[in-house]
């Protein structure tokens, strides 16, 4: 006896055992699951060691920045938009309740108070009268009277580092910028803002958006979504099997499988260690539907077998024999399917992969065991009127043989024009694949109405962006050795043009430089040795030679500081040009630059005369800019634009959207400029953000995923041939899965669909789904061939109990995941209409495609197979 | 005789004023803070120091400022001046920084910025700004009146009197109120804490080290630390001298560009 057979027999004789073990061990696996551990966060598509990472992380600490929650005010009604007392008021009010902003739980999760952007937290350089400059905060209080609130925002919309980020352009609304020390406290944060700004009562309208929160929102709304979509999935599917087979105690047994399949799944994962991440969080949701899959061709052969063979268990032997093969492959080829996104660089992707690949093994071996063992279960009695009685036929039994009947002679008849149709059909889609756009956006994962969005569309309209980007400048400079320092040393000095009385101390200074020279062994101890007997020779010089000490002093100190690079005046101007540049993309609504603050002090300086908004000539006048900046409140904010030591600066990039394609766009243009414009000192640049960041792993998904897609297609092509033991047979089971691929994929470029995350992992399931009926429907046809002699005759069996199984199939899982179209979770529609449509297609182009090749190619197909 | 005399009168006079401390053992809060002040900020009739400042943020990325400091006071407790010029970081080197304290207005104060060539007054409305990037304040460095503040006298422990300071004006700093320990002995403030508007501490300055100078207790170094943002400064004092007798003159605009030379070591 076969391995199958025996296996069968196993359930059939102790179903008893069977079940019991199944009972134990589901709930032990099930047990683990309470040790879940969440994790939302969208960067751990990459891996923690992953370069763009670790220098995300980086320049966060470089520079001292956060993650973002951005809390918009608009007030379209007054005239002076956010700016009257009243709003300013609540503005005040929020921010200060910002302020204390932590998790109660974990109080290293909070808001960090000190790095607040908001009208009361940001300081102002401001003219103060009688030629005065002075730093006081953009709103110490908040006004009471209009004057107090205009002035205010005049302020605001004068200080080019604010507007656009803080005011918006048009004055009628203002941005707060949260940050937070962790991002999943984003959601919290944004829950505790909504619950205050209930309490208010004015015409004012609060948004809250940012990455951030998008993402940990998104992981919140996930879970919910989970517990409803799922249940509400397995619902419709139930439902349906109850309208094709009439009888609830045999239905319930394809539900056991697949609740089985996904408690014990998810326990392995959780148990095993895993994070339940948004990827693996979706594992339920494609399990199912492959889990019921193999239960229903079972049941749809026992409900039309068993009234003819009138005894369940030969009725199971004979449904089982037929069907163990094409499930046992079916199954194979699905988790070759999953098992290949093991090959991509995304560890949830690969996560994923894995226990999807595990599950629907497990579901397979209960299929076998656990389906058999419950039929055998049931009282005798009970599966007496289960089935099709010749007369008996319901409506839908007709509906579905009626459709069989004329689809087994239309394909038949007309094999050349269903294969025209298939040709003219994977044209239209290799167009429709060609137009393909690959994007993605965390913010577009809800819906358009849903709150986030909608903050997202009027924060953007409103201001420079609330998405973010960083855009680090450092010095490519090369190092120099000793000797060479020292020459460039001399030559500024030579250059200094000394006048005749000061010749004197400058020979007296090259004499020490070319001892010094000799004598240090590296750069720093060069400069530090130096540094001290010139030093000492100016303790002791008069006050005329004090002077030019000095300024030799300062010339080494420059020549030692030449890292500094991000305090000389051309590449300061040149940061402004590279910003001024990137701004004409459109999609980069504003940007800030250490160029910026420095412009901002330099003209107020100068009596804020618009002439002098530029940068000093000089890297001293430039320092001295800066350092008048730090007599404010808050010195530090310098230090997000540039590192203390001048050797790093920070171009923080506002992007109106964050859509991947426009952040690759700006990524181009700053390609362009450098190559087009190069600095005037060897610069590297290079990117940071979580708005990068997405476009990084978007880059490694699409890759990744058409590297595992290929690689499971190749696959499934070889295990299709050993299946059927013939290369020819393989590349026919192929046809339908291609065909299927090809539409699904043409229509998403045709509609103009993003090619996101979630459609990138859909294309595993898509291989794993299409190739099963194709599977179910060749196997069966070469039996029915030897049976019958002739294609004519097997077509006769082939499309009743097979034909019938794929129908219902298709039926069921294409309408059981529709209620996943109502989820206010993007990706879950995508998932809910791409299940549909694999479903619908792959069942269509198989019943449609495979008998009009047979036909067409009966011959060559039989022949082969014969020798 | 006439010395005998004098030392007489010199009793007598000093009798008079330390009276009212013997008569009632504990002075006022009040009282110990006018003279903290004194001790603190008016050592001398004008005084000179080089000072180091190191500042050292949250990842330990640190930098420095050197700069000479010159005061010369109008009388004790009143007016001040103070001229600070800047050595390094070489780029702001010649930088001047000119105050008048005044204690019945608003000070006045003038920033020279020579590769500007430019003199700018700088509005003085808010002393609670950062002295130059570091963690000092301008009132720290120019001392905070005591006016602005109701004391109390919290503790006295075996060495310092501890105080609590409370904002006439709560809106116009940043802190809720502050502690400090004033030494018995000399009334140098050795340390103060500060509270924000939420009760914690986030604030330390603290006098490291005290030497005696020319017969005047003198912090030669002390430190701010800002727990809230994990950073903090360093200063250290060096070369300080008390009584040259600095010129009026000195504390105009019209050293700013050119430095006395009492601005050398």
């Not at chain 1, 010339?555 to 701004?583: C, D, M, W």
Request: aromatic fraction near 10%; glycine fraction near 4%; proline fraction near 4%.
């Amino acid at each position: 006896m076969k391995v199958s057979g025996k296996l069968v027999q196993f359930s059939i004789n102790k179903p008893k055992l069977v079940t019991t073990v199944m009972v134990v061990v589901t709930l032990l696996l099930g047990a683990l699951i309470s040790m879940v551990q969440v994790d939302t966060d969208p960067e751990n598509m990459l891996n923690e060691h992953e370069a763009v990472r670790v220098f995300h992380h980086l320049t966060k600490k470089d520079f001292n920045l956060y993650d973002v929650v951005v809390l918009g005010v608009v007030n379209e009604k007054n005239p002076d938009g956010v700016f009257n007392p009243a709003t300013l008021k609540r503005v005040q009010e929020l921010t200060e309740f910002s302020r204390t902003l932590a998790d109660p739980n974990q109080p290293e999760k909070r808001v960090v108070s000190r790095n607040i952007i908001a009208p009361g937290t940001v300081d102002n350089i401001e003219q103060a009268g009688l030629g005065q400059v002075r730093f006081e905060w953009l709103m110490k209080e908040a006004p009471t009277t209009r004057e107090g609130a205009l002035k205010i925002r005049d302020n605001a919309m004068a200080n080019p580092l604010l507007k656009g980020t803080l005011v918006s352009e048009d004055g009628m609304a203002l941005c707060i910028y949260l940050p937070v020390t962790s991002k999943d406290f984003a959601y919290q944060v944004r829950e505790r803002l909504l619950e205050k700004i209930k309490e208010f009562d004015g015409e004012e309208q609060f948004y809250i958006t940012g990455l951030p929160v998008a993402e940990d929102t998104f992981g919140v709304e996930m879970f919910y979504q989970m517990a409803l979509s799922a249940p509400l999935a397995m619902l419709a599917i139930f439902l349906l099997m109850l309208l094709f087979f009439k009888k609830l105690k045999m239905i319930i047994s394809p539900m056991i499988v697949a609740m089985v399949t996904v408690i014990c799944t998810m326990g392995l994962l959780i148990g095993t260690g895993h994070t339940l991440h948004i990827m693996s969080s979706m594992i339920p949701i494609f399990l199912m539907p492959i889990a019921v899959v193999d239960s229903i061709h079972i049941l749809s052969e026992f409900f039309d077998a068993y009234q003819r063979i009138g005894d369940r268990r030969k009725t199971l032997e004979h449904v089982m024999d037929h069907l163990f093969m094409p499930m046992l492959y079916t199954s194979l080829t699905s988790s070759a399917g999953f098992l290949s996104l093991t090959l991509t660089p995304i560890p949830p992707v690969q996560t994923f992969g894995l226990f999807v690949a595990v599950g629907i093994m497990l579901a397979w071996a209960l299929t076998i065991l656990f389906v058999p063992a419950y039929v055998m279960l049931l009282k005798k009695e009970s599966l007496a009127d289960f089935g099709i009685r010749k007369n008996k036929e319901t409506p839908s039994d007709q509906a579905v043989a009626k459709h069989l009947d004329w689809l087994k002679h239309f394909t038949f008849n007309h094999c050349k024009l269903v294969l025209t149709l298939t040709v003219l059909v994977i044209l239209v889609a290799g167009y429709g694949i060609s137009l393909i756009r690959i994007n993605d956006n965390p913010v577009n994962w809800f819906t358009k109405n849903h709150p986030i969005r909608v903050a997202d569309q009027v924060l953007n309209k409103h201001f420079g962006g609330t998405y973010e980007a960083y855009l680090v400048l450092e010095s490519a400079e090369q190092e120099l050795d000793v000797t060479a320092i020292a020459d460039r040393l001399v030559t500024s000095i030579n250059n200094n043009a000394f006048a005749e009385d000061q010749q004197k101390v400058s020979r007296a200074a090259l004499g020490l430089l070319a001892e010094v020279k000799d004598s240090a062994t590296s750069p720093e101890q060069f400069y530090s040795q130096l540094a001290q007997q010139w030093e000492a020779s100016q303790d002791t010089a008069n006050d005329a030679d004090y002077e030019t000490w000095a300024q030799l002093l300062d010339t080494l100190s420059a020549a030692k500081n030449r890292g500094q690079i991000f305090k000389q005046p051309e590449v300061l101007n040149y940061i402004a040009s590279l910003q001024a540049h990137i701004q004409k993309t459109g999609v980069v609504g504003k940007s800030n630059s250490v160029s910026d603050v420095v412009k901002k002090v330099h003209q107020e300086l100068f009596a804020a005369d618009p002439q002098h908004y530029r940068i000093p000539d000089t890297a001293n006048g430039v320092a001295q800019c800066l350092i008048s900046f730090q007599n404010s409140h808050k010195p530090e904010d310098l230090f997000h634009l540039i590192t203390p030591d001048y050797t790093k600066a920070n171009i923080w990039v506002q992007l109106r959207s964050g859509d991947n394609m426009d952040m690759e766009e700006v990524i181009k243009d700053v390609e362009r400029f450098f190559s087009e414009e190069p600095p005037p000192i060897a610069i590297k640049h290079n990117w940071a953000g979580l708005t990068y960041i997405n476009v990084v792993w978007q880059d490694k998904m699409v890759t990744g995923m058409l590297e595992s897609f290929l690689s499971s297609f190749v696959v499934v092509y070889i295990m299709m041939a050993i299946l059927f033991r013939s290369p020819l047979w393989g590349l026919l089971a192929m046809g339908p899965l291609t065909v299927t691929i090809a539409m699904i994929y043409g229509i998403i470029g045709l509609v103009g669909k993003d090619y996101d995350m979630p459609v990138a992992v859909l294309s595993s399931l898509t291989l794993g789904l299409a190739v099963d009926f194709a599977i179910h429907f060749l196997e069966r046809s070469r039996n029915a061939y030897q049976r019958a002699g002739s294609w004519r005759k097997a077509l006769d069996e082939m499309f009743a109990e097979p034909a019938q199984a794929i129908t219902r199939n298709v039926v069921v899982i294409a309408v059981g995941f529709t209620p996943l179209l109502a989820a206010p979770l993007v990706p879950y529609k995508t998932v809910g209409i791409f299940l549909a449509s694999i479903m619908a297609v792959s069942g269509v182009a198989t019943m449609f495609i495979l008998p009009a090749l047979i036909t067409q190619f009966e011959n060559i197909l039989f022949k082969t197979k014969q020798q | 005789m006439h010395d005998q005399l004098r030392a007489a009168a010199l009793i007598f006079v000093a009798c008079l004023f330390i009276a009212p401390f013997s008569a009632s053992a504990q002075p006022t809060a009040d009282e110990i803070v006018a003279k903290a002040n004194l001790a603190a900020y008016y050592a001398g009739n004008d005084g000179r120091a080089s000072v180091t400042m190191t500042i050292t943020d949250e990842q330990g990325r640190s930098r420095s400022r050197e700069f000479v400091i010159l005061r010369r006071d109008q009388s004790d407790g009143g007016d001040q001046a103070f001229y600070v010029y800047f050595k390094k970081p070489s780029d702001v080197r010649k930088m001047v920084f000119l105050v008048h304290k005044h204690i019945d207005k608003d000070d006045d104060r003038w920033l020279y910025l020579p590769a500007l060539d430019l003199v700018k007054r700088i509005a003085a409305s808010d002393k609670r700004t950062s002295f130059v990037g570091s963690n000092f304040f301008y009132e720290d460095v120019s001392g905070r009146s005591p006016d602005d503040d109701s004391h109390e006298l919290l503790e006295t422990t075996a060495k310092d009197y501890v105080l609590k300071h409370t904002p006439k004006d709560p809106a116009s700093v940043e802190f809720s109120s502050y502690s400090t320990w004033i030494d018995q002995a000399t009334f140098m403030p050795t340390k103060a804490e500060y509270l924000d508007k939420e009760g914690r501490k986030y604030r330390v300055v603290e006098a490291l080290e005290i030497k005696e100078i020319q017969g005047h207790p003198t912090v030669v170094k002390s430190r701010v630390q800002d727990l809230a943002a994990g950073s903090e400064t360093v200063s250290v004092f060096e070369d300080v001298s008390y009584d040259l007798g600095l010129k009026e003159e000195i504390f105009t605009e019209r050293y700013l560009r050119r430095a006395p030379s009492e601005v050398r070591k």
